[in-house]
């Protein structure tokens, strides 16, 4: 997989990534129809359950086969129980308290955790004072978003909690994740072993935990839900996510984080009439601005555009000093 993160996107990618993240922010939206009959970790065996068996039929049409190498499971495991069991069971559980484009909120302070795992675990990726600045403020925009919830300990509060553990976890994901790339193990593999995996640590604790019943799948939202949720928002985010990983690189593809949120607050309030206050929408801003500081991308362009946007244009004076002759 090539890494093109130095190029500009095309018109094609920019779709995908926009398509990705509505894929990514519709799983907010799906989860909280879904758990509106379902507990959250019979939600969450629905989404990795279905999603395995859905990417299985897409490596079998693709005839790259499954993962083989006993070894590997083992790295499943624990990235299965990173990337998928303790952040969707974590997110589905503040979604019974949270509306989906909060939740999303806080789950895209996901790039500030990776810079400190990244810092505390590699020797490549270190803190730098852009990066320091931009947790400094993506943090702040947490502080904003709980705001007055900070001194009441209740249900809302541990909800919050439970989703910035849940971006957490999605770091220490993404660190961990980068070996399957130098075992040499195909994108798709990884996503198939990971949900897979997931899917064998999900079942016992479901019948523990939620004691499931049949009755919460007889409503079709709910199952439209699940469906949704696994087919749309896991499988097929998967197909584009690594087709855009392979096009424009990683670094293109990080942009992504800066939509799901509205992509999610956008599909609450269509759909569930769900509001985002004041003190979400600051939050949020605060959050993307330390995302755009730790991406430098942004600030680059800024800084390349305001000069320009401060001199004055030499054909505009050239017209003025026309028609101050005329």
């Keep these: 997989m090539h890494g093109n993160d130095g190029r500009h996107m095309n018109l094609g990618e920019?779709?995908?990534l926009f398509a990705l993240s509505l894929l990514w922010g519709g799983s907010f939206f799906f989860a909280k129809v879904a758990l509106r009959e379902l507990p959250p970790f019979t939600v969450?065996?629905?989404?990795?359950?279905?999603?395995?068996?859905?990417?299985?039929?897409?490596?079998?049409?693709?005839?790259?086969?499954?993962?083989?190498?006993?070894?590997l499971w083992g790295a499943f495991l624990v990235m299965g129980l990173l990337n998928n069991?303790?952040?969707?069971?974590?997110?589905?559980?503040?979604?019974?308290?949270?509306?989906?484009?909060?939740?999303?909120?806080?789950?895209?302070?996901m790039p500030l955790f990776t810079v400190i795992v990244a810092h505390v675990t590699t020797t490549e990726e270190r803190i730098t004072p852009a990066k320091l600045a931009g947790m400094l403020a993506g943090f702040g925009g947490v502080v904003v978003m709980i705001g007055p919830g900070l001194a009441v300990v209740d249900r809302a509060f541990w909800a919050q909690v439970a989703c910035l553990s849940a971006a957490f976890c999605y770091a220490c994901a993404g660190v961990f994740g980068r070996r399957f790339r130098r075992l040499g193990v195909a994108p798709l593999q990884t996503a198939f072993g990971q949900l897979a995996a997931t899917t064998l640590m999900l079942v016992p604790v479901v019948f523990i935990v939620?004691?499931?019943?049949?009755?919460?799948?007889?409503?079709?939202?709910?199952?439209?839900?699940?469906?949704?949720?696994?087919?749309?928002?896991?499988?097929?985010?998967?197909v584009v996510y690594f087709r855009l990983l392979a096009t424009a690189g990683a670094t293109n593809l990080s942009l992504v984080t800066l939509l799901i949120p509205a992509s999610a607050a956008l599909l609450g309030y269509a759909f569930l009439g769900e509001r985002l206050g004041p003190g979400h929408l600051a939050g949020m801003s605060l959050i993307a601005a330390g995302l755009a500081a730790i991406d430098g991308r942004p600030l680059t362009a800024l800084s390349a555009l305001l000069p320009a946007l401060l001199r004055p244009d030499a054909r505009a004076r050239v017209a003025t000093d026309g028609d101050a002759e005329g």
């Design 14 to 16: 920019w779709a995908l």
């Design 44 to 71: 969450a065996l629905g989404r990795v359950g279905l999603a395995a068996a859905t990417l299985g039929l897409v490596l079998a049409v693709l005839r790259q086969g499954l993962p083989r190498l006993r070894a």
């Design 85 to 109: 069991l303790a952040p969707f069971s974590l997110i589905f559980w503040g979604q019974t308290t949270l509306t989906a484009g909060h939740a999303a909120i806080l789950n895209a302070t």
């Design 210 to 238: 939620d004691r499931p019943s049949l009755q919460g799948l007889a409503h079709p939202a709910t199952l439209g839900a699940l469906a949704g949720l696994a087919i749309l928002s896991t499988a097929l985010a998967y």
